[in-house]
């Protein structure tokens, strides 16, 4: 009997649905991307359902996963979902939004025979007593959790010995004073080429520069003032509380510092999650979470002269043709998006690539104003407002969120800017992380 390509096509589909295991409940999950913003930008989506014993064993081992019936290529009907948290009677999901226009997406929960490929690792790397985040094998970013002396900074072989100008508001005078040993900040980040995005420990000024890491001028303590962002009477030490979660969907680190006055006494509790997801084609989400609890009283925090940087802060490698830009809606426009972009080509890449930062609109103060130094390869979101100092509190965490996107080509249009700012500010995004971190 001669097959038509349609019967071919439904026989491929009734394969795949054999690849499931029966299971006493199938449930239906519907997403509604009301401005496409999820679809368009291949964003993580976070749910909240239901599942049996066989759903949850099935998550547990990397087996559950969605249904997309209405995908056009039968490779991309399948899609993975990993547990991101365990309530008493439901569970959250993470998803990659699968490409696709506004409105209502309808997915079938089912059960795996098989695994997918855990693509997503995150680990202690046994050579640099450090932690990687990974995607199949290949290092996407390395949290330092582990101090790091000069000596052991990864740098590219071949980069020249740059010589920096000073700015006005850069006040203190560069030495060996700043040339402190650290650890808790994320070096390297690595673009989709392999090429090497941020610097640390930059040669010809600024020592204390490191990468991404998050940090103030200002911290008031009583009556005594400390810098742990120049590393000068307040350092983030590690506590040893860290947790590594991998699967299909992220890779993620959750970690615990303490900031300790004069590098005896403990005044603040910081608590940090990075979130990895699987590259698309052109990008590559990270989201960044910091929290922040005072374990003293009379504590605050302020950018330096409460007027220029301090907050997230981003030394990049110094790429040909840099380009830097930022943006923030009006006051009175519904919503106020905030986002930045740093781009050029860099060494191990021959084309442009970049790294785009968004701002969360539930940042207290937000949106906080855009500081850029392009002489330091630099442009970040600043906290708290110009003019403040911020106190932190002892009953109530400061929590700050930002969502790094590693992409190809240069500055993104306005149109793919806004909707992965609508992405991260959706109410499906999966920004609620620290739920799971016990005080």
Known sequence: ??????????????????????????????????????????????????LNNDQVIAAREGRLALLNSSADNESDKLIPVQLE??????????????????GLKEFELAEKETSFSSLMSAMHD???????IEEAGKKVLQYNYKTVYEKDVIRFVDEKVEKHTRTKKDTFITSSIYAVPRSDYIHPIYGLEGEMLTRDWPEGGHPHHRAVFWA??????????????????VLARPTGKIEYTSGPVFARIMAENLWMWKDTE??????AVICVYPASATSRIIDLTIKLLALKDSISIATRNTDSYGGLNLRMMTPESQGISFFTDETNSKPVRAWS???GIFAGNKSVSGLMVLQHKDNPEYPGDWVQYPNLAWVQPTFPTSGTRYPLSKEKSLILRYRLIIHTGGNPDVVISEKSWDAFNDALAPVMAFDEIEE
Do not use: H
């Open 341 to 343: 972009d740093f781009n």
């Open 85 to 102: 948290s365990i309530g008493k009677e439901t569970y959250r999901i993470v998803m990659m939004m699968p490409e696709g226009g506004a």
């Open 1 to 50: 009997m001669k097959i038509t390509a349609p019967s071919i096509k439904s026989l491929i589909y009734i394969l795949i649905l054999e690849i499931f295991t029966s299971s006493s409940c199938q449930n239906t999950l519907i997403i509604n991307d009301t401005g496409g913003a999820l679809g368009k930008t291949n964003a993580p989506v976070s749910v909240e359902i239901e």
């Open 216 to 233: 103030w001028p200002e911290v008031e303590y009583g009556s005594e003032r400390g810098d742990i962002y120049a590393l000068q009477g």
């Open 266 to 271: 403990p005044i603040v509790r910081e608590q």
């Open 126 to 132: 046994p050579e640099s007593g450090q932690v990687v």
